[in-house]
Each structure stands twice: as C-alpha cells, then as structure tokens.
C-alpha cells in the first residue's frame, strides 16, 4: 500500500526473549506484539535464535563471514608495529563486518522493510547507512559515554567507540529515546540539537492477575533484588541497603536475582560472596541473603509476587524493564532518583524515590514499606493503573508507528 507504513526491521542481541532475558529484547518483542496487524516486523538477531524459527526473523550469527588472508597477516603485522593503530583498525572492522552481516540479513527477509531500527551501540548504524538504502533509525538503549566508564577506565577503545555512536546517532535519518534524560544527556555530550528525535517510553506487557503481587501472597517479609552484580546496577548499594534494613528487622530476608560479574573497588575484584564476607560482617545478617543467580522469566514472576519490596539501585538506568516488569506486577518498589527511574516513579504515588548512590536513603524507603502495609497495597494499585495506561504495548508502538511514518514523509 502507498503512503503507508508497511514493514520494519529491529537489530536486537538474540532472540526470543524466553532465551534471551535482555531488556532490548523485551522492548523488541513487546513492541511488536504492539503493532496493527497492516505491520509486518522483522527480527534480525546477532544472537543465536532459539527455538523454531518463525518468518521474519533472521539469525544473523549464522550466515556465512569470510576474512581473507591477507587481513589476517596485515592485522597481525600491525600489533607488532603499533598496536593502538592495530586496536583501531580490529574496532573499524568489526564495526563494517557487523553492518554488513546485518545487511546480509535484511537480504534474506521476503521484502525488503521501510525502516530498520537499532540500538547506538559501537555506531554500527553509521556504517549500515552506506549498505542499506532505507531510513536508519537510532534507538538510544545506553550510549557508552554513559556507562562505560562505570565499567572500565577511560581508554583509547573506550574514546573511539563514543566518537562512534555520536557519529551515528547524528547520521541517523531518527533517533528515538525511552527517557527523557539520556535524549537531554545526549544532545549536551555530543553537541547535538537532534531537532527531530522523540521520546517514546519502553512498551511493557500487563502482568495476568493472577500473578501480580499482593498483600496476602507475601508469606515472610522479603527485598528482592534483580539485577546484575556490578557497579552499574548498584548490587554494593543493594547489599549495604539491605544490611541496614537488617540491622532493624530481625526477620526479613535478602533474595539476589542475576549473574554475578563483580565489583571493582579501590583496585580488588569483589565477587557477590566475597563483597558479602567483607562487607556484612554479622553472620546472622547473611545467613538471610539467597543468591539465586539467573533464574527464569516464570521464575521471576514468583519471586515479584511474593516479595514485600523490590529495589532498584542503579547508578545509572535509561528506562529500565526490570522497573516496568516490578510496577506492571504491582510490586512495592523502592528506586534511586536517577535517569529514567524519576521519570517512570511518581514518588509516592507508584513507587518510592531513594536518594542516588545512597544505601541509607534506600534503607529508610524500605523500612517504612515494610512498617506499612497499607501503603504498600496503595502503590501496588497505582503503579499497575498507571503501566497499563502509560506503556502498554498497543499506546507505544502507535507512537513508534506515527514516528517512523513521519521519518519516511507519509
């Protein structure tokens, strides 16, 4: 049909989501479930597709890469000679081998899409303008001038692929933001008016009833935690949080949801067990810790239904899913005021508001949950009224298909 949004193609880390608990992956396939009918959405995964393989979805890890020889020895000569030119030269091509594959994989669909949205990461999307020939458009998940430095030093690599998703996201024929604030962050850091990007929330699915979290399916008083173990998530705050709640509440428990990939501080590696020994010395208080480590999408849902307060502890967080899955199940929730969490809790009204970085602050919110059920039943209903009225699939992805439209000039 003409003058009219038809198809569109998303870049995401893997797929499905049942096998690929990843936040990009979850905002890819709850948008599509979003999506009129009239839409044809296409998944080109860079990860292994699990599962039966449905039309439209490409796994891009399994089409045919060649390298020749002479890039093998020339790469190799370099890191002899100069290896910072060497570096650079294996970022630029593992860039242009990615564009290419992601090309590849769009040539595999039926028909070719009106548009192919993907994340900023590495700027890949620049170069993928120079192999495709429709609109590129830039989803801001989590530009790396805002999180690499929470899990690296500054280095050279670190310089190189910033310079790299700013060329893209300026390049980029649309640039679409869950929040408020990495869009603002963005402009300011890369110098950008990006007159005609938007914010467009993550979409999020409402949680059957029958599983959301109320008073009387909480048997013994629990914070839950789901995240990884890294300084980006604030697994330290998290733990030194619970550790004051702890100190007040004899009875309640700590349940840790995710992989642990350890914390750097003042220079030595700290694994979840070992931060724990170092950093809650009362025995009595992490005897109450279950580290759980991944568990199931299914397993989740129980672990949110039951707990007495989740907390999310982030030093920094775009518009993170694991906040929109806790409110959309109606979970009292604790979060720390920082990028988009402030913009998705009203403090109060669906959730608290913590104090960023601060264990204490954290603490204090979640005691006065644990000391007062009935605002904890008020939050519950407030948080899964307002998910289902701000970002249910259907009112998302109508924003996201107006956008695209506007972007191809119907």
């Known amino acids: 049909m003409l003058n009219q949004l038809n198809s569109v193609a998303y870049v995401s880390p893997g797929w499905p989501l049942s096998h690929c608990p990843n936040g990009i992956v979850s905002y890819i396939q709850n948008l599509i479930e979003g999506f009129d009918q009239n839409i044809e959405a296409s998944v080109l995964s860079n990860g292994p597709v699990v599962g039966e393989r449905s039309r439209g979805v490409v796994d891009l890890s399994s089409l045919p890469q060649r390298r020749s020889f002479v890039e093998s020895f020339t790469d190799k000569v370099l890191y002899r000679i100069d290896l910072q030119y060497a570096r650079e030269r294996v970022f630029d091509r593992q860039v242009i081998k990615t564009a290419r594959r992601i090309s590849q994989g769009v040539a595999v669909l039926q028909d070719l899409p009106d548009i192919i949205e993907l994340e900023e990461s590495f700027g890949v999307g620049h170069t993928l303008m120079k192999e ?43 640039v679409t ?29 409402a949680t059957p009833k029958e599983v959301c979290w109320n008073f009387d399916s909480v048997a013994r008083q629990s914070i839950l935690f789901v995240g990884r173990f890294d300084s980006i998530k604030g697994a ?18 700590f349940i840790f949801v995710g992989p642990d990939r350890g914390i750097e501080i003042k220079g030595e590696q700290y694994s979840l ?98 000391n007062d059920s009935e605002k904890m039943e008020n939050l519950s209903k407030n948080a899964m009224k307002d998910c289902d009225k701000k970002y249910s699939p259907k009112a998302v992805a109508k924003q996201m298909e107006e956008y695209y439209s506007r972007i191809l000039g119907f």
């Open 177 to 205: 933001s869950p929040s408020y604030d990495v869009l603002n962050r963005v402009r300011e850091f890369y110098d950008l008016d990006l007159p005609d990007a938007r914010v467009i929330p993550n979409p999020i699915k």
């Open 236 to 253: 330290d705050i998290a733990v030194a949080a619970f550790r004051l709640i702890a100190l007040k509440n004899k009875d309640v428990e």
């Open 132 to 174: 495709l020939s429709i609109p590129v458009v830039t989803r801001l998940h989590g530009p790396w001038f805002l999180i690499g430095n929470l899990l690296t030093k500054k280095s050279s690599s670190y310089n190189q692929r910033v310079k790299s998703e700013g060329r893209a996201i300026f390049m980029s024929h649309g």
């Open 273 to 370: 067990s070992r931060y724990l020994k170092t950093f809650v010395p009362e025995a009595n208080i992490r005897s109450r810790v279950k580290i759980l480590g991944h568990c199931s999408i299914d397993q989740v849902v129980k672990l949110r239904r039951t707990a007495s307060v989740t907390i999310i502890t982030s030093r920094y967080e775009n518009f993170p899913m694991s906040l929109l899955e806790a409110l959309s199940a109606g979970c009292p929730t604790v979060g720390v005021a920082v990028g988009g969490i402030k913009e998705i809790i009203r403090d109060g009204y669906n959730g608290l508001l913590a104090e960023p970085e601060s264990a204490e602050s954290v603490a204090e919110k979640s005691l006065a949950l644990l």
